[in-house]
């Protein structure tokens, strides 16, 4: 259960996603004054916004900041026929869905956002602290809903999750200091050494993933940290370094696949144990190591805040620290999957008639 701002002018719009919200166990506080919404939302402190509503442009003109931690994210609910851009802001995690839908999709995609947001803020099933005075109509809601709780729910299916994971993933890659697409050619990168590594099908496609998904945990990180050029103060670093753990925290509240949460944790491991979590060796998951060494490469050659290094001096950094700072196989792999030794063919002597 969750407290969900639902913003609208239309009836026809927000009546059945106001309803299935309702019954989903949701408390919904609806305000149909679209260009004052933020004065509600700072009223109702909801834990997600859901904008059914034809252009995101009525919603995203107010001034989007100066919510207490990670804000509310926004659900866009449109048709077909609506402003079909894509809606991105720097100051919220942004998702839509278009009708028509399946019922448990949308609540799937709130279900997972709320997660998200719990998550981020350290605050569990607890939800967001609640104005003075509320405390009355919070039991009153939660007696409801456990009344309700007899009957059964909807059964969310596994897709609306892992698109929002997506999402968080692409949100959070927008507004890293790195040129746009890190997550893909990390991904690359990943794939190109799980090659060369002959690594199994099932395995590759768990790192592949990972790949994807990595720096997840940014999310909840300032974009200033992210961006900031030259040194960073010592409290910028722990926050920085608090990100795969994060990244690993919101993925299994979305996802199952414990492989592929375990990969994110662990992925700025050092081989010598002097990395995050002090893990050495083959102590650290393969799929880690691996990671590590295409996300380094990326990060060494595309940054937008520190020097850029060109892809040949890269490769001389990571041969220099092999064995120290990334396992070796992999860095072997990666370098011989970007230089290939050419290979001499013999050919046969031609023969004079």
Known sequence: MANILLIGDDRERTGGVKSLLARDGHRVTTTTDVARWRSEERASAPEVVV????APEEVLSAPLGGSRGFAPPILFVHRESDDAREPYV??????????????????????????VRRVILRQGEHGPAEAPGRGLARFRSALAARLRSQVPRFVKPPAPYLEVAARVADWSDRRDGFEPGHAERVTTFAAMIADELAMADGETAELLRASMLHDIGKVALPAEVLRQKGPLEESQVRLLRTHPERGAAILRALDRDDAVAETILHHHECYDGSGYHGLSGTSIPRAARILAVAEAFDAMTTSLVRRRLTMDAAIGLMRERRGAQWDPSCVDALVDALHPTPRSVALSPVSRG
Request: glycine content about 4%; hydrophobic content about 55%; proline content about 3%.
């Open 51 to 54: 904008a059914a509503v034809a």
């Open 90 to 115: 720097e100051e919220r995690l942004i998702d839509r869905i278009q009708t028509p839908f399946a019922a448990e999709e949308l609540l799937g995609r709130v279900d997972a956002l709320v997660r």
